[in-house]
């Protein structure tokens, strides 16, 4: 029992061990409704509250559902007859029944946001028993799959679906019949005032007389009074009475600098103190001016990430810490408090440190858990109006988010698209200081009419290409850590990612990195990366488990860890976190005073000016002054220099932009250094560039006669590389004899056409053709589609059409930045398809694109086949409209054709198998090959089965080998180890996990 300055309230904890016992809840779609208590069956003090009696250290039974009783009892002294005792079940999961010495007391419903409880009525002094029935709501089924699983109360993510459990504080509060119902300050720092709100509630039976007074505090020191107001009341009655007062000399809560005052509320009556609050704010204020959300008259770009999470590791106030204290690593500033209403100490938490929150109900659309009725947009609304009384106060809640992409659930929620709009409007009526917006959903309805836009990831984030700056942009959620997996990661980086979890993290770093710049120096406001804190984050790998010497403290108590399972050792002192392989590129790319260069492209002809503009970033709480510099070097000399003097307001950006001649400049390599020098900081970007002599336009080049089919700009180029080139209209004849070599012109491929037939007619006669870009495919079964990319990949470094071509050469054709709509750096938009049937082609050049289920390296934007006695290459490169300007472009163009003049079509080749692993093998491939004994002369390609030595003398394999051929050993083990290092003359370590690896495998009914 504890009470603190004088009048203040007195609180119980009513925390601890409790009895338990689970109960059967089989048809969810009728709820329980109990209407006793049971009497039998307890576990004695078997459960730890707050906690989730679900989580693992306790009986698997525990956890067949959702459904338990909770019981514990507490002792009351004589109670008075003036005095009222409320019981504060702070949050519970599911619906919880509560029960005071056997008598139903209420229902509470919001799974996230408990409120006090009148319970005088039940209690008595002496012991008193609470007992609380937790189980599931009544439950529908799904209209499209059936299955039970949908409710119609704000549903939440996570531990909502997970978990169950009193998992936030329990507590009884004493309060006098007439007392201080509620506080509401509001700052202004354009007015430069402080406004009180305070509203005082007689519930007794007599009427009341007093006074109210407002005392400002920094810590325990009294600053200045509020002028006492008179308060009158009859029985039953309440009222609301508002203070405003200048106030100039204020200190200000930021997040660099979060100053916190007090507030004590005092009620007096005849006889002296009746209650007391005290209330902790900070001055400050949050704005919209254009499309800038502004804190204390200063313009914001927050900063932050989430990441999904079930356990009950990250209720501990020491996790909450270890997490801020990231965020502030990676220099960022704001948290999203992501598909429910978290715990008040998380705000209480971020109010000391200088954390930004963003509060979100829980409309939680991406999940598919709610369903459409009346009673639910009626939850709803009194889950907002809970969310803004518990909160309101606080100095680091900023926005309110009204939801989260219940796009996902119309077809389930449909009167969404008609109730949200009106959950935003009570928002704003509750609490005018703050926005209230959408998260992921805002273009669902006009967004001229929102004060706020939002989208989730992808490069839309940035905003460039598409936003009108007309309101602020909220990127609230971005990246492509919400699976982490090596086919989302592969336009920054290639194949490799497959091979080191380090490549992917740092892969999908560079792509939030870029984003992330783009976004800052576009002035979005705000930039929320997601799930690196839980997947790309070394979690403690201990499993321990945990005693707690006072189980009445404040707080949730897990009981035990297992290895990763928590995202941070919040048990340890320190910062708890080890930071994962892209740690160090967010937090560059985070950097408060930064230097973002717009263009990617770094290839250039010498006769070619060098588009540069460049962005400075300023995220001080400062103004800065210096000098942007720009220098092209090369070789040790500078060859061109430009500066100019800036002055950037704190939050604000300058841009400058420079076309960077190259006169002096020689082939090869240069950089372009864009450096920023300030007393308050400075930074430095390198853009590296690739140059080449234009005197390679016009090369000649040694080719037999080149039909053209249909209208090219390849037509000129050829000409001027001193090739004779026949123009072939759409009838032409098709003849090898006569045409050895074809270039079919871009986009002359129509469909319902015979262009196709006549193609494979000439390829089958030997003819060698060069394909161009085409917006429909020329090869029936190989799929074109629009998946455009600023990157692709060598997928075939040694073919003669890709010599001297580097991966950077396959990257932004143009000087559009990463990640617009429409984009001249693309470097493909309608690439192949790989087929994953019996057609078989040679990708030379792959590329990737997509998220989520998209992704992978499916698509080939150069290929490579072969039809009867003739080759084609195909390119869906964009190469013929940048001939002029790419120097790639060229080079492949001229490999291709003297590749298709010199080329030989391939022939079957055998490969060597044993018997035993071809019997074991279900391979497609092999059933068109020769197969014959493992090194037989002819074969390039053997396969052995690695599970046993093979009867040949290493001596036999090591030949093979040195004549270059290829051997593969399927599934090594031991008993065959030492074999195949005698073969290869080094030692070979076989890696045993030390704990479980998972493959993720799509059952398909076709071939792999």
Same mark, same amino acid.
């Given at each position: 029992m504890?009470?603190g300055?004088?009048?203040?309230?007195?609180?119980?904890?009513?925390?601890?061990w409790?009895?338990?016992?689970?109960?059967?809840?089989v048809d969810l779609?009728?709820p329980l409704e109990?209407s006793e208590v049971p009497?039998s069956?307890?576990e004695p003090e078997?459960?730890?509250?707050?906690?989730?009696?679900?989580?693992?250290?306790y009986p698997a039974?525990w956890?067949?559902?959702?459904s338990?009783?909770?019981?514990?009892?507490?002792?009351?002294p004589p109670l008075d007859?003036?005095?009222r005792?409320?019981l504060?079940v702070?949050?519970?999961i599911p619906r919880?029944?509560?029960f005071?010495?056997?008598q *139903?007391a209420? +229902?509470?419903?919001?799974?996230f946001l408990?409120e006090?409880?009148?319970i005088?009525?039940f209690l008595h002094?002496g012991e008193?028993?609470?007992?609380?029935l937790?189980?599931e709501?009544?439950?529908?089924?799904?209209?499209?799959t059936?299955?039970?699983?949908l409710?119609d109360v704000?549903w939440g993510c996570c531990?909502?679906a997970?978990?169950?459990g009193?998992w936030q504080?329990v507590s009884?509060?004493w309060?006098?019949?007439v007392?201080?119902?509620d506080?509401?300050i509001r700052t202004?720092?354009?007015?430069?005032t402080?406004?009180?709100?305070s509203?005082?509630?007689?519930s007794g039976r007599?009427?009341?007389e007093?006074?109210?007074?407002?005392?400002?505090?920094d810590g325990?020191v009294?600053l200045?009074?509020?002028?006492p107001l008179?308060?009158?009341?009859g029985s039953g009655e309440?009222c609301?009475?508002?203070?405003?007062?200048?106030w100039?000399?204020y200190?200000?809560?930021s997040?660099?600098d979060p100053?916190?005052y007090y507030?004590?509320?005092?009620?007096?009556g005849?006889?002296?103190?009746?209650d007391?609050?005290?209330?902790?704010f900070?001055?400050?204020?949050?704005?919209?001016?254009?499309?800038?959300?502004?804190?204390?008259?200063?313009?914001?770009r !927050?900063r932050?990430?989430?990441c999904?999470?079930?356990h009950?590791h990250w209720?501990?106030?020491?996790?909450v810490?270890?997490?801020?204290r990231?965020?502030?690593?990676l220099?960022?500033?704001y948290?999203?408090m992501?598909?429910?209403p978290h715990p008040e100490? &998380?705000l209480d938490i971020?109010?000391?440190?200088g954390?930004?929150v963003c509060?979100?109900?829980a409309?939680y #659309?991406?999940g598919?858990?709610?369903?459409?009725?009346?009673?639910?947009?009626?939850r709803?609304?009194?889950h907002?109006?809970r969310?803004?009384?518990?909160?309101?106060?606080h100095p680091?809640?900023?926005?309110?988010?009204?939801e989260n992409?219940?796009r996902w659930s119309l077809?389930i929620?449909p009167?969404?698209?008609?109730?949200?709009?009106?959950?935003?409007k009570l928002?704003?009526?509750l609490?005018?200081t703050?926005?209230?917006?959408h998260?992921?959903?805002?273009?669902?309805?006009n967004?001229d009419?929102q004060a706020?836009?939002s989208r989730?990831?992808?490069?839309?984030c940035?905003?460039?290409?598409w936003?009108d *700056?007309?309101?602020?942009l909220?990127?609230?959620?971005?990246g492509?850590?919400?699976y982490?997996?090596?086919h989302?990661?592969l336009?920054w980086?290639?194949?490799?990612?497959?091979?080191d979890?380090?490549?992917?993290s740092?892969?999908?770093?560079q792509d939030?990195?870029?984003i992330?710049?783009?976004?800052?120096?576009n002035?979005?406001?705000?930039l929320?990366?997601?799930?690196?804190?839980g997947l790309?984050n070394?979690r403690?790998?201990?499993a321990?488990?945990f005693?707690w010497d006072?189980?009445h403290s404040p707080y949730?108590?897990?009981?035990?860890h297992?290895p990763y399972?928590?995202?941070?050792? !919040?048990w340890?002192r320190g910062k708890g976190?080890?930071p994962?392989f892209s &740690?160090?590129?967010?937090?560059?790319? &985070?950097?408060p005073?930064a230097?973002?260069v717009r263009?990617?492209?770094?290839?250039?002809y010498l006769?070619?000016m060098v588009?540069?503009?460049?962005y400075v970033v /300023?995220?001080?709480p400062?103004?800065?002054?210096?000098e942007?510099?720009?220098?092209?070097?090369?070789g040790?000399?500078?060859?061109?220099?430009?500066?100019?003097?800036?002055?950037?307001?704190?939050?604000c950006t300058?841009?400058?932009s !420079?076309?960077?001649?190259?006169?002096?400049?020689e082939a090869?390599?240069a950089?372009?250094?864009?450096s920023?020098?300030?007393s308050?900081?400075e930074?430095?970007?390198w853009?590296?560039l690739r140059?080449?002599?234009?005197?390679v336009?016009s090369e *000649?080049?040694?080719?037999?006669?080149v039909?053209v089919?249909?209208e090219?700009?390849?037509?000129?180029w050829?000409?001027?590389? #001193?090739?004779?080139?026949?123009?072939l209209?759409e009838?032409?004849s098709l003849?090898p004899?006569?045409?050895?070599?074809?270039v079919?012109?871009?986009?002359?491929i129509?469909?319902?056409? +015979?262009q /196709?037939?006549r193609?494979?007619?000439?390829?089958?006669?030997g003819g060698r053709?060069l394909?161009?870009e085409?917006?429909?495919?020329p090869?029936?079964?190989l799929?074109?589609?629009?998946?455009p990319?600023e990157?692709?990949?060598?997928r075939?470094?040694?073919?003669?059409v890709?010599?001297?071509?580097?991966?950077e050469?396959l990257?932004?054709?143009?000087?559009?930045?990463?990640g617009?709509?429409?984009?001249?750096?693309?470097?493909?938009?309608y690439?192949y398809?790989k087929?994953?049937?019996?057609?078989?082609?040679?990708?030379?050049v792959?590329?990737?694109?997509g998220?989520?289920?998209?992704g992978?390296l499916t698509?080939?934007?150069?290929?490579e086949t072969q039809i009867?006695a003739?080759i084609?290459i195909?390119?869906?490169?964009?190469?013929?409209d940048r001939?002029?300007e790419?120097?790639?472009a060229?080079?492949?163009m001229r490999n291709?054709?003297?590749?298709?003049v /010199?080329a030989?079509p391939?022939?079957a080749?055998e490969?060597?198998i044993d018997?035993?692993?071809?019997?074991?093998?279900?391979?497609?491939?092999?059933?068109?090959l020769a197969?014959r004994?493992?090194?037989?002369?002819?074969?390039?390609?053997?396969l052995v089965s690695?599970a *046993?030595?093979?009867?040949?003398d290493?001596?036999?394999?090591?030949a093979?080998?040195?004549?270059?051929?290829?051997v593969?050993v399927?599934?090594l083990t031991?008993a065959?180890?030492?074999?195949w290092?005698a073969?290869i003359?080094?030692?070979i370590?076989?890696?045993?996990?030390?704990?479980a690896?998972?493959?993720l495998?799509?059952?398909?009914k076709?071939?792999?």
């Amino acid at each position: 029992m504890s009470a603190g300055f004088p009048g203040e309230r007195r609180r119980m904890l009513l925390n601890g061990w409790w009895d338990f016992q689970p109960v059967s809840h089989v048809d969810l779609t009728i709820p329980l409704e109990p209407s006793e208590v049971p009497s039998s069956g307890w576990e004695p003090e078997a459960y730890l509250v707050p906690g989730f009696f679900t989580d693992h250290p306790y009986p698997a039974s525990w956890r067949e559902g959702r459904s338990g009783w909770a019981r514990t009892r507490f002792t009351l002294p004589p109670l008075d007859a003036d005095q009222r005792l409320l019981l504060h079940v702070r949050a519970a999961i599911p619906r919880a029944h509560i029960f005071i010495n056997g008598q *139903k007391a209420y +229902t509470q419903e919001d799974m996230f946001l408990g409120e006090a409880e009148d319970i005088t009525r039940f209690l008595h002094e002496g012991e008193n028993e609470l007992a609380i029935l937790l189980t599931e709501f009544r439950t529908f089924p799904h209209p499209q799959t059936g299955r039970v699983s949908l409710i119609d109360v704000p549903w939440g993510c996570c531990i909502a679906a997970e978990q169950a459990g009193i998992w936030q504080d329990v507590s009884l509060e004493w309060r006098p019949a007439v007392y201080i119902s509620d506080i509401t300050i509001r700052t202004s720092v354009r007015e430069g005032t402080l406004t009180v709100i305070s509203r005082v509630q007689n519930s007794g039976r007599e009427p009341f007389e007093g006074s109210l007074e407002n005392v400002v505090r920094d810590g325990n020191v009294p600053l200045f009074s509020l002028a006492p107001l008179r308060v009158s009341l009859g029985s039953g009655e309440s009222c609301e009475l508002s203070q405003v007062m200048r106030w100039s000399d204020y200190h200000p809560w930021s997040p660099e600098d979060p100053f916190l005052y007090y507030l004590d509320t005092s009620l007096y009556g005849a006889s002296g103190i009746v209650d007391a609050l005290r209330t902790r704010f900070g001055f400050r204020e949050v704005w919209i001016e254009g499309h800038r959300i502004l804190l204390n008259g200063r313009p914001q770009r !927050w900063r932050g990430e989430w990441c999904h999470k079930s356990h009950s590791h990250w209720l501990r106030p020491e996790y909450v810490r270890q997490w801020y204290r990231q965020l502030k690593d990676l220099n960022m500033n704001y948290v999203r408090m992501h598909t429910f209403p978290h715990p008040e100490y &998380f705000l209480d938490i971020a109010d000391e440190m200088g954390i930004l929150v963003c509060q979100e109900t829980a409309l939680y #659309g991406s999940g598919q858990a709610g369903i459409d009725t009346p009673q639910l947009w009626e939850r709803a609304r009194e889950h907002v109006r809970r969310m803004v009384r518990r909160d309101k106060n606080h100095p680091s809640l900023v926005l309110w988010s009204v939801e989260n992409e219940m796009r996902w659930s119309l077809n389930i929620v449909p009167s969404a698209k008609e109730e949200l709009p009106k959950l935003r409007k009570l928002f704003n009526e509750l609490d005018p200081t703050r926005p209230a917006y959408h998260e992921g959903d805002s273009a669902l309805w006009n967004e001229d009419e929102q004060a706020i836009i939002s989208r989730h990831y992808g490069p839309a984030c940035h905003g460039l290409g598409w936003w009108d *700056k007309k309101v602020p942009l909220h990127a609230g959620e971005m990246g492509r850590w919400h699976y982490a997996s090596p086919h989302v990661a592969l336009q920054w980086a290639g194949d490799e990612v497959y091979t080191d979890y380090a490549l992917l993290s740092r892969s999908l770093g560079q792509d939030a990195a870029r984003i992330i710049e783009l976004g800052r120096a576009n002035e979005v406001s705000c930039l929320f990366v997601w799930n690196t804190s839980g997947l790309d984050n070394f979690r403690p790998a201990e499993a321990r488990t945990f005693s707690w010497d006072d189980p009445h403290s404040p707080y949730a108590k897990p009981l035990a860890h297992r290895p990763y399972e928590s995202e941070y050792a !919040w048990w340890e002192r320190g910062k708890g976190y080890r930071p994962g392989f892209s &740690f160090g590129l967010l937090r560059h790319a &985070f950097r408060p005073l930064a230097v973002v260069v717009r263009e990617e492209r770094s290839q250039f002809y010498l006769d070619r000016m060098v588009p540069h503009t460049v962005y400075v970033v /300023n995220d001080l709480p400062v103004e800065v002054e210096g000098e942007l510099e720009v220098r092209l070097e090369q070789g040790g000399r500078v060859i061109w220099r430009a500066a100019q003097q800036l002055a950037i307001g704190s939050g604000c950006t300058g841009i400058v932009s !420079w076309s960077v001649p190259l006169d002096g400049a020689e082939a090869g390599r240069a950089d372009l250094v864009s450096s920023f020098h300030s007393s308050q900081g400075e930074d430095e970007v390198w853009r590296r560039l690739r140059l080449t002599s234009a005197e390679v336009r016009s090369e *000649k080049l040694a080719l037999p006669i080149v039909g053209v089919w249909g209208e090219s700009t390849l037509i000129p180029w050829l000409e001027q590389h #001193g090739v004779a080139v026949v123009r072939l209209e759409e009838g032409a004849s098709l003849d090898p004899a006569r045409i050895p070599l074809l270039v079919v012109g871009e986009h002359v491929i129509t469909p319902g056409s +015979t262009q /196709n037939q006549r193609l494979r007619e000439y390829l089958q006669a030997g003819g060698r053709a060069l394909i161009l870009e085409q917006t429909h495919s020329p090869f029936p079964g190989l799929a074109i589609a629009r998946q455009p990319s600023e990157m692709a990949h060598i997928r075939a470094p040694s073919h003669p059409v890709l010599a001297g071509v580097v991966r950077e050469d396959l990257c932004f054709f143009g000087d559009d930045p990463f990640g617009l709509p429409s984009s001249d750096s693309w470097v493909t938009i309608y690439p192949y398809v790989k087929p994953t049937d019996q057609h078989l082609v040679r990708p030379l050049v792959d590329s990737s694109g997509g998220d989520f289920a998209t992704g992978g390296l499916t698509w080939a934007p150069v290929i490579e086949t072969q039809i009867g006695a003739g080759i084609a290459i195909a390119t869906q490169l964009r190469l013929a409209d940048r001939l002029m300007e790419l120097p790639v472009a060229d080079r492949l163009m001229r490999n291709a054709l003297r590749y298709l003049v /010199n080329a030989e079509p391939l022939q079957a080749q055998e490969i060597g198998i044993d018997a035993e692993l071809a019997t074991g093998l279900t391979l497609p491939a092999l059933e068109s090959l020769a197969v014959r004994p493992p090194t037989s002369a002819g074969t390039r390609v053997s396969l052995v089965s690695g599970a *046993k030595v093979p009867r040949l003398d290493p001596s036999v394999f090591r030949a093979y080998l040195a004549l270059g051929n290829t051997v593969l050993v399927w599934g090594l083990t031991e008993a065959a180890k030492s074999y195949w290092e005698a073969v290869i003359g080094r030692k070979i370590e076989l890696w045993i996990p030390e704990h479980a690896v998972y493959h993720l495998v799509a059952p398909s009914k076709g071939a792999l």
